[in-house]
């Protein structure tokens, strides 16, 4: 079971709304709701939780809450805790916001485009055989090319301090316009 079941009255409504409504996103982004509902219960708890704690609070089984834990430490969002005078493992979460999209951006490269660069650049590695078509040719060069650049600006993105990233995306429309105005298409209005 991964919905709250109404022996959850120990949680605020917001914290309970939260909860179901990051499970539910959970699902889109490809992870299971269990997982993403107690992400969300430990990003908003004030204190680190047991096992036991989080099925008390989410309804769910507690091998479920084992599992969907296991997850969460091998995504680095969470990690175990000492508790002074308590023997069971406690759990927190990572709040840092920042830390948080720069754990989940760094999996899920690993996952979706470390592969996606390993198999072009095994075909680009054949890409020279005569019996590929100039057409195929120019598309996996093209597709080469482009991982190539997601890779060498996911690396350079890491860099930057979260602030700056910040103001970058404040900038929103602005960036776009200097980037317009950068390449000559800005012009073309001002000619008109």
Do not use: C
Request: charged content about 25%; aromatic content about 6%.
């Amino acid at each position: 079971m991964t919905e709250i079941s109404n022996e959850s009255k120990s949680l605020p409504s917001a914290v309970e709304q939260f909860v179901l409504r990051w499970g539910d996103m959970g699902g889109q982004w490809g992870v299971n709701r269990s997982v993403a509902q107690i992400h969300a219960l430990l990003f908003l708890s004030d204190r680190p939780l047991t096992a036991e704690d989080i099925a008390d609070k989410l309804g769910m089984a507690r091998s479920n809450v084992s599992n969907s834990l296991r997850e969460l430490l091998a995504w680095k969002l969470a990690w175990r805790v000492p508790v002074l005078g308590d023997r069971r493992d406690h759990y927190e979460a990572e709040t840092d916001l920042w830390q948080m999209a720069t754990k989940v951006a760094q999996g899920r490269k690993e996952r979706e485009i470390d592969p996606m660069v390993a198999a072009i650049r095994a075909a680009m590695e054949h890409a020279d055989d005569p019996r590929i078509s100039p057409v195929v040719r120019k598309r996996l060069h093209s597709m080469h090319d482009f991982m190539n650049t997601v890779e060498n600006w996911y690396q350079q993105m890491l860099n930057v301090p979260p602030a700056q990233i910040m103001t970058l995306i404040r900038m929103g429309s602005k960036v776009v316009g200097l980037l317009k105005f950068v390449s000559g298409k800005g012009n073309k209005k001002e000619a008109d």
